[in-house]
T-cell receptor, first 116, second 110 residues
Framework: KAGVTQTPRYLIKTRGQQVTLSCSPI?????VSWYQQTPGQGLQFLFE???????NKGNFPGRFSGRQFSNSRSEMNVSTLELGDSALYLCASSLADRGRRNTEAFFGQGTRLTVV | EDQVTQSPEALRLQEGESSSLNCSYTVSGLRGLFWYRQDPGKGPEFLFTLYSAGEEKEKERLKATLTKKESFLHITAPKPEDSATYLCAVRGFRDDKIIFGKGTRLHILP
């Protein structure tokens, strides 16, 4: 079955602009999480959406926001871009039911964002 | 807050030289501990989920084990194609989000 799809793969933006990234999860997965990956900080959790509701949030400023649609597709938005926002943004989907199993997440290939 | 620490940061091995990667964690009620492999410029690839102490899982040359405080990823007779960054992550019942360690960069020399 198809994996997690992220678009676009690469983006170059200017400081002060805003950007929207898209993620289509694996069919049947209702949870979508977003991560920022940089060489120094590793993978940092941004937020998780489940059934169109934000279920969890990391320690990022309010410039980072997201949403999830009824078909489980998700978008992430970053406003007023800063140079430090340059990173690989990864989306992951999971079944994420409340039981003990099926908790692993499957990742897309990421969107490489460069802010100049 | 849930935390994951991986060691070593980097490891160079000769082809065929077995070794282990360490993942120490603190979590409030473990829902799952995960191992991923990541190649440069790509998203992490899921390898294993471990749920409780004493559990072990194997895939080809990789074997993951779990105790109440740490997990090991054992690599037996590695090949150059096993070179990658290996990431450990946990999901706890309280915070209920997947938290990653910074990874171990593994380089297998032919």
């Amino acid at each position: 079955k198809a994996g997690v799809t992220q678009t676009p793969r690469y983006l170059i933006k200017t400081r002060g602009q805003q950007v929207t990234l898209s993620c289509s999860p694996i069919s049947g997965h209702r949870s979508v999480s977003w991560y920022q990956q940089t060489p120094g900080q590793g993978l940092q959790f941004l937020f998780e959406y489940f059934s169109e509701t934000q279920r969890n949030k990391g320690n990022f400023p309010g410039r980072f926001s997201g949403r999830q649609f009824s078909n489980s597709r998700s978008e992430m938005n970053v406003s007023t871009l800063e140079l430090g926002d340059s990173a690989l943004y990864l989306c992951a989907s999971s079944l994420a039911d409340r039981g003990r199993r099926n908790t692993e997440a499957f990742f897309g290939q990421g969107t490489r964002l460069t802010v100049v | 807050e849930d935390q994951v620490t991986q060691s070593p940061e980097a490891l160079r091995l000769q082809e065929g030289e077995s070794s282990s990667l360490n993942c120490s964690y603190t979590v409030s009620g473990l829902r799952g501990l995960f191992w991923y492999r990541q190649d440069p410029g790509k998203g992490p690839e899921f390898l294993f989920t471990l749920y409780s102490a004493g559990e072990e899982k194997e895939k080809e040359r990789l074997k993951a084990t779990l105790t109440k405080k740490e997990s090991f990823l054992h690599i037996t007779a590695p090949k150059p194609e096993d070179s990658a960054t290996y990431l450990c992550a946990v999901r706890g019942f309280r915070d209920d989000k997947i938290i990653f360690g910074k990874g171990t960069r593994l380089h297998i020399l032919p």
